[in-house]
């Protein structure tokens, strides 16, 4: 059941995003806002990331097919990378050091919790510690 609590906030989170980015609803700019807030969920994270790679693969494509797509591409303001890990959108470079960084906080509290909780058992039951 948590698991798919889980999902759904990240997968919530990239649709609030991908709403926000329609620039007709004149969101563009909290959406931007939103994304650095989510990116505290390691699911939106990636998420966010295999969608932005996917589009950055599928723009630079059409746009690197010939000449005149380069033209058109440049003449319409269409953005993409050309590094996959660019920080910039729609690079994945923040979302990967996001995901990096959020690995080592939670492996982090993960041993600080197992460091507790055999101290705890330590001094509660000594006696199960001793060998023979």
């Given at each position: 059941a948590h698991h798919a609590e889980r999902i759904k906030r990240g997968t919530g989170a990239s649709l609030v995003?991908?709403?926000?980015?329609?620039?007709?609803?004149?969101?563009?700019?909290?959406?931007?806002?939103?994304?650095?807030?989510?990116?505290?969920?390691?699911?939106?994270?990636?998420?966010?990331?295999?969608?932005?790679?996917?589009?950055?693969?599928?723009?630079?494509?059409?746009?690197?097919?010939?000449?005149?797509?380069?033209?058109?591409?440049?003449?319409?303001?269409?953005?993409y990378q050309e590094s996959y890990l660019a920080w910039g959108s729609p690079g994945i470079g923040r979302y990967l050091l996001w995901l990096a960084m959020l690995g080592i906080v939670f492996f982090t509290i993960i041993i600080l919790l197992e460091y507790v909780k055999v101290n705890k058992y330590k001094t509660e039951a000594p006696h199960l510690l001793r060998t023979v």
């Open positions: 995003i991908f709403i926000m980015s329609i620039p007709d609803l004149g969101l563009v700019d909290a959406g931007n806002t939103l994304k650095w807030v989510f990116l505290f969920l390691p699911n939106f994270d990636l998420g966010q990331g295999l969608g932005d790679m996917y589009l950055n693969y599928v723009i630079k494509t059409a746009c690197e097919k010939d000449e005149l797509s380069k033209f058109v591409c440049r003449m319409k303001n269409i953005v």
